[in-house]
């Protein structure tokens, strides 16, 4: 896109440098992100920073803005207030039940540290009750916060306390719940005998919990297929499947799909894949979607372009991916797209592919910090430099991976990192 | 359980490419019906129960059509079977079956690309009709490629018959043998980067390296590192010393593609380096001489960024001592199908297909088409072409969708049934309130109607 006839364009990068990085302007930095205007599909991509910013729908969107902050801290303040009146009433637990509430407000717009500090605090306040659901519920979500966002020690602590206090209040689905939380954190470790042991363990609570048990059956399927039990697998797919389309839940269908949709790739059928891809995307379509569900079949879809060489193709959906994760603020996928885009350059010989891993590192460290995305985006981009020839550039983006796996205690993925950097030694 | 219903082919059309049709839906009904008439065109048909298994066999084999009884929830089964095939590569066209499909549900699908609407019950007339449609473009006049003759640059390669590029061919062979720097203006696409590696292959650097920067590509903050290098720890992502492409350049040829994309302070840099014949790394307190010859490219109009400011008049000068313009592939004539065909060979190799030839219909959308994106535009329509080609010769089909759908085809004979007078009401309602983003209130307004006869009438269409 070429700026409009005699005005000045004005790029992304340059409206942000100028914006200072402050709380109060977070909004508004995000809306000159997400008003932007990309490259039209016949010109080359660029990363973000290169799109054209809209200053005219720029002002139309600041009382938009401004009515956002404006629900956002009202939603805030309403679940103060009723926890304020909850402890009036005697109602403890109404109050802890509003802190969380106001928690899940702050998750939702991707403020995670806030959020986390209403789910501690309601813990707090819930460890001193008779009543210990509330307490099972704040470590849920503290756990489940933690878990994705790569804090898979302290998530595993919560998980196990709410499960031990679940089982103690007789309470199947909390427990269910905690199994799944704790089969979730084996599997982002790579301890699948333990992701196994614990989804089985949750199934024994779920016999009348269809919607859990499905979830459960994905989680098994999961673990199988990285475990290369691929029959294994599918089976387990086919289970969850089934459950999900019975209980009409399009969004637990589309994630069972998008499941398949990788073991088809681990197969090497691209053809399959894609079929189960789009399928799962047209599930979505049908429902009220989850933009991080869809956001996670479309970064599928994304590698298996890349993996079956059809770049062009991958590019176009890295397009309407880069779409969707900036419409609803999705930083830790965008990292993750642009590290395929970066890949994707890679691939085409090209070397300002390094763009696109300095943006997603730009992003891992931003705001909100992803410290374990962080670490994978330098050890793709060391190997990015590998395939260019750059071995000290390679030594030196393994030597940071190496510190931050080590800090956050990744073992597998340390002795990976590791294992490069003798590779790059011995050259 | 998978129940498929095959039907043996007869050789009813001798000559015809075979058409294979794939029913989608419950045994029986319209689909028995379907099948009997497929057979009856000599076509291949195909049952299968669901989309799951539809999905199986879709992916298994090469289709022409589907045809896909859509029951409960048209609407969102209409959008899951666009989506799927959309994605599938292989493009078998869709027609939809549907009890009294409403206008509003017709329009929508057409608009999806979806080949015909049949309402159920189908007439064996109606289904002939249909399969002649699909016939024909099967029976586009093929058209053998163009030939061309291409001349090496590198790895790639440069293809012209058009007079417009032999200036262009000229001043390269003009150029090249000095070491003067030059100017390469053109379009996005047009071919840029090429014409500067040519530059540099033909002349006496020819040995040395050849360095591209995209200065567009790369974000302001990197760029300065990436020209001129850091030292280790300059600044928080200078993980170690890197060598700027300058000094990777030297003895060669500097690429500086997009200079318009570059800051002021940059340029500055950039001039200093061209007078001096030295740089300085970030953080680094040596000045380090370089011998870059440089060619700097750019799709922007630099003598008037300079009367805006935002382009440094000295370096312009330093820039522009031989400007090599590059034409839009729009004013290139016949290169278009000369480019296609090298193309179409080129992706052929790659993909393991062989093409001889491209149909009258493709030959003329591409003609119509508006190449915004120019030469790369044409390669990356080219490269899909290919993918989703099932013969040797290139059809209108495997272009782009919208091509077909949008305004490029109307501009193509029409071989769609006439409409009738509610549906173009229908059609003609929909792009007003398109354009209104669905209110009512202006729509009627633009229509010339009272808003409740708008509202009774979006009702009445499903619109």
Redesign the interface.
Known sequence: MSPVDGQ?ALRV??AL?LLPDIDALLPLRAFVVRTSRGM?P???Y??V??RFVQSGELREFVPRAVARASEHLTALYAAAVEALESEERGDLPGAVHALLSAGEEEEKVGRFTQARAWYEHALRVAEELRERRPEIRSLRNLGRLDTMRGRQETAARFFQRSLVLAEAEMDAHAAAIACQGLGDVAQAQGKWQGATSWYTRGLQYTESDPALRAALQLGLGEVARARGQLDSAAEWFRQAGALFATLRDHQGSARVLNAWGLLESLRVRH??A??????A???L??SRRDPSVEMEIRLNLCELYLEWG?L??AEDEIRRAEELAIEHNLTERLARLYVIMGRVRGRQGDD?G??FY??A?ELCRGQEPWPRLEADVYLAYALFRKDLGDL??C???L??AHEVYEAIGDGAELARVDGELARIQAQ | MTTVLRVPVPSAREGSPRLRLLGVGPEGGVLRDLARFAEGEGAEFERVPDTSAALRTLSDDAWTMVLAVLEDEPEEQLAWWVEVLRRLGRRPRLVTLVASPSIGFTLRATQSGVFEVLSIPVGRERFREMIERVRSPEQETPLPLAEARPIAVGNAQMVSESPVMMPVFRSIAQVAPSTATVLVVGESGTGKELVARAVHLQGPRSAAPFVTVNCAAIPENLLESELFGHEKGAFTGAVARKIGRFERASGGTLFLDEIGDMSLALQSKILRAVQEREIERVGGTEPIPVDVRLIAATNRDLRQMIGQGQFREDLYYRLAVVTLKLPRLAERGDDLLVLASTFLTEFGHRYSKTFSGISSRAVEMLRRHEWVGNVRELRNVIERAVLVADSETLRADHLPEEWRTGGEAAATPDTTPLSTLSEMEARHISRVLDHTHGQIREAARILGVHRNTLARKIREYGL
Do not use: C, I, N, W
């Not at chain 1, 894609?274 to 399928?279: F, T, V």
């Open positions: 000045r990068e340059q440098r039209s016949e010109l080359p660029r990363t920073g290169k053809v399959e894609l079929a189960r891809y789009s399928e995307l047209a599930r379509a049908g059809r062009t193709d300002t390094f763009v300095e943006k590192v000290d550039e030594r030196a983006y030597e940071r």
